[in-house]
């Protein structure tokens, strides 16, 4: 199942405030935690990065498949919540043998299909249930990708001090960032006392959306 959380901005916060936020989704991945950011080599001109990972292990149970993965040619730092289907297929579109992984993890693959293809035509090739993370280390971009059927959850928000995302809503609302300043969404509101849930891409507080599936 697995879950992640990340924070995408002008500053970073405490890691032991990130840390807390971090195993508010330990029960979706109980195995293994990851961890990634570029402090100690940011420069003046990049936003701070910080991404967290619980790991449930299914493929590859060893920690060589743990998440955040930087991708072969170090530009792409991913992290997916979920299941690609079709990465045998991709393994074998891209010719991709033993010595070229280091895993048996699907991850693995789709970071090597998004050096090999780019991300959006990567993107268009998998199959599968899943919430992408990717950081763009050149670009300094951060993509956000939600499976076509909205199976794997993933929310975000936008706050003074930069974006947040996460795999459980309580990991952006409770997160310093947001819940300074957080307000209800009234329309929101009145949705879930209507319906019983809140369809997407709104979500509770302002200035924060739940991903729409399929997009990107």
Known sequence: MCGFIGEFGKRQSPKNEFNSLLKLSSNRGPDMVGYYTNFSSKDDKTPYIQLGFNRLSILDLSKNANQPVISKSKRYVVMCNGEITNYLKLKREMGLKPKHLRTNSDTEVLC?????????????????????????????????????????????????????????????????WFKSDIEVDIESLSDYLRLGYIPAPSALFKKSWMLQPGAF
């Open 112 to 176: 090597h299909a998004f050096d090999y293809y780019g991300i959006r035509e990567a993107i268009n090739r998998i199959n599968g249930m899943y919430a992408i993370v990717i950081y763009d280390l050149n670009e300094h971009i951060i993509y956000l990708i939600r499976d076509p059927a909205g199976i794997k959850p993933l929310y975000f928000a936008q706050t003074k001090l930069g974006w947040i995302f996460a795999s459980q809503y309580n990991q952006i609302f409770k997160h310093l």
